[in-house]
Nanobody, 125 residues
Framework: VQLQASGGGLVQAGDSLTLSCATS????????IGWFRQAPGKEREGVSC????????DYADSVKGRFTITSDNAKNTVYLQMNSLRTEDTAIYYC???????????????????WGQGTLVTVSS
């Protein structure tokens, strides 16, 4: 069972970036995949999640309208398209998985039991 987050980097405010979470070792559509982030000195917070089997997605208020989560079930991969990036989006971004699928309240890190390593996103002003 593995989650592999990638796609982070250094960008300027207003730029876009797409993160990928490649999964393996479990039945993809039986899980909710969530994106979380942790900035220095701050707690880990939920960013977005997707339960592809039931078509459920959710976003933290801070990223609504700027971030879009999608999944490619054929590739067992979830993407996080991040537009209009702000300096406050700077953090290490993690993807995580939980089963059975969530259909609400998916931003709580303790609900997830499979975690990938993080990918660093740095947004400069």
């Amino acid at each position: 069972v593995q989650l592999q987050a990638s796609g982070g980097g250094l960008v300027q405010a207003g730029d876009s970036l797409t993160l990928s979470c490649a999964t393996s070792g479990f039945t993809f559509d039986l899980y909710t995949i969530g994106w979380f982030r942790q900035a220095p000195g701050k707690e880990r917070e939920g960013v977005s999640c997707i339960s592809s089997r039931i078509g459920y997605t959710d976003y933290a208020d801070s990223v609504k309208g700027r971030f879009t989560i999608t999944s490619d079930n054929a590739k067992n991969t979830v993407y996080l398209q991040m537009n209009s990036l702000r300096t406050e989006d700077t953090a290490i971004y993690y993807c995580a998985a939980v089963s059975p699928v969530l259909f609400r309240s998916c931003h709580t890190p303790t609900l997830y039991d499979i975690w990938g390593q993080g990918t660093l996103v740095t947004v400069s002003s």
